[in-house]
């Protein structure tokens, strides 16, 4: 059964409980210097007491787990590409032909799962994490419809919902996350977010320097998610990651749906005056 650290102190407004410094915090995962150890998966797993998912052979590459889930809050995705004789994977225009990228959940700005909820059990944390209560959660799976990357998953013999909880009791004593803190070429980095996201933008500037003009920085602000907590630096198409090109979250259809209920109900309700006029007649 998958379990997760108890929230402590969750509302205080300076995010200083128990040794956290208050900074709005986020993973930065540089795929290009991922060797695909797993060490990421194995230290979460540890840390958080996560059960195991499985040593199943899947048949597509080394990878036994797939994708992200309650019992995978990391997960290396394997990517392979075809590779050309003569030509190294770090060549101008030529993809390596093997590609990781350690995954997680993303810690939406605007998060669906959050949004979907509706007995309180996802928060927001003081340092932006979207943590799930699994003591409040009821487990009637909203958030998992309403997450843009896949990432929650619903438990079926526990009944509820998990996904990585951005190591929160770890944070709240100044610590870095299990993932991060393991990753032995730092693929994983942690800190604080805009502080990341210009060491993101100098390590793509550093590599299309270098002749690698197919590195892309996976960070969608300009979708209704609003930017997310844990961004990427990839090379080649980000779905080939598991990453959604343009992922939106299903409240920003709700105009539309209350629009349009509205005329439904104002045709209906115009129907029946017609009805009952008629029948007057």
Same mark, same amino acid.
Request: charged share 20%; hydrophobic share 35%.
């Given at each position: 059964?998958?379990?997760?650290?108890?929230?402590?102190?969750?509302?205080?407004?300076?995010?200083?409980?128990?040794?956290?410094?208050?900074?709005?915090?986020?993973?930065?995962?540089?795929?290009?210097?991922?060797?695909?150890?797993?060490?990421?998966?194995?230290?979460?797993?540890?840390?958080?007491?996560?059960?195991?998912?499985?040593?199943?052979?899947?048949?597509?590459?080394?990878?036994?787990?797939?994708?992200?889930?309650?019992?995978?809050?990391?997960?290396?995705?394997?990517?392979?590409?075809?590779?050309?004789?003569?030509?190294?994977?770090?060549?101008?225009?030529?993809?390596?032909?093997?590609? &990781?990228? #350690? +995954?997680?959940? !993303?810690?939406?700005?605007?998060?669906? $799962?959050?949004? /979907? @909820? *509706? %007995?309180?059990? =996802?928060?927001?944390?003081?340092?932006?994490?979207?943590?799930?209560?699994?003591?409040?959660?009821?487990?009637?799976?909203?958030?998992?419809?309403?997450?843009?990357?896949?990432?929650?998953?619903?438990?079926?013999?526990?009944?509820?919902?998990?996904?990585?909880? &951005?190591? #929160? +009791?770890?944070? !709240?004593?100044?610590?870095?996350?299990? $993932?991060?803190? /393991? @990753? *032995? %070429?730092?693929? =994983?980095?942690?800190?604080?977010?805009?502080?990341?996201?210009?060491?993101?933008?100098?390590?793509?500037?550093?590599?299309?320097?270098?002749?690698?003009?197919?590195?892309?920085?996976?960070?969608?602000?300009?979708?209704?998610?609003?930017?997310?907590?844990?961004? &990427?630096?990839?090379?080649?198409?980000?779905?080939?990651?598991?990453?959604?090109?343009?992922?939106?979250? *299903? %409240?920003?259809?709700?105009?539309?749906?209350?629009?349009?209920?509205?005329?439904?109900?104002?045709?209906?309700?115009?129907?029946?005056?017609?009805?009952?006029?008629?029948?007057?007649?």
């Amino acid at each position: 059964m998958s379990t997760a650290p108890i929230i402590h102190d969750a509302g205080r407004p300076n995010g200083h409980a128990n040794g956290h410094d208050g900074r709005i915090t986020a993973f930065f995962t540089d795929s290009t210097l991922c060797i695909g150890c797993k060490a990421c998966e194995v230290a979460c797993k540890e840390w958080n007491q996560v059960s195991e998912d499985g040593y199943n052979w899947s048949s597509f590459s080394y990878d036994n787990t797939m994708a992200v889930g309650h019992s995978t809050w990391r997960h290396v995705k394997f990517v392979e590409n075809p590779t050309t004789i003569g030509v190294g994977g770090n060549a101008p225009g030529q993809l390596p032909g093997w590609g &990781f990228s #350690s +995954d997680v959940c !993303k810690h939406c700005e605007e998060a669906g $799962c959050l949004e /979907a @909820c *509706p %007995t309180g059990a =996802i928060v927001r944390m003081e340092f932006g994490a979207v943590f799930v209560q699994p003591d409040v959660c009821n487990g009637c799976a909203y958030c998992v419809v309403s997450c843009p990357f896949g990432v929650v998953e619903k438990n079926e013999e526990d009944g509820r919902a998990f996904k990585c909880t &951005f190591c #929160s +009791d770890r944070q !709240k004593a100044g610590l870095k996350p299990a $993932c991060a803190q /393991a @990753c *032995p %070429t730092e693929s =994983i980095k942690f800190g604080e977010i805009n502080e990341l996201r210009a060491e993101a933008t100098n390590r793509m500037q550093a590599l299309k320097d270098r002749g690698v003009d197919d590195a892309v920085i996976y960070d969608p602000v300009d979708t209704s998610v609003k930017g997310i907590h844990a961004f &990427f630096l990839l090379r080649g198409d980000p779905r080939a990651y598991n990453l959604p090109p343009q992922p939106e979250i *299903p %409240t920003i259809y709700q105009k539309k749906a209350w629009k349009s209920a509205a005329v439904a109900a104002g045709a209906m309700l115009g129907a029946t005056l017609l009805a009952f006029l008629g029948e007057n007649r």
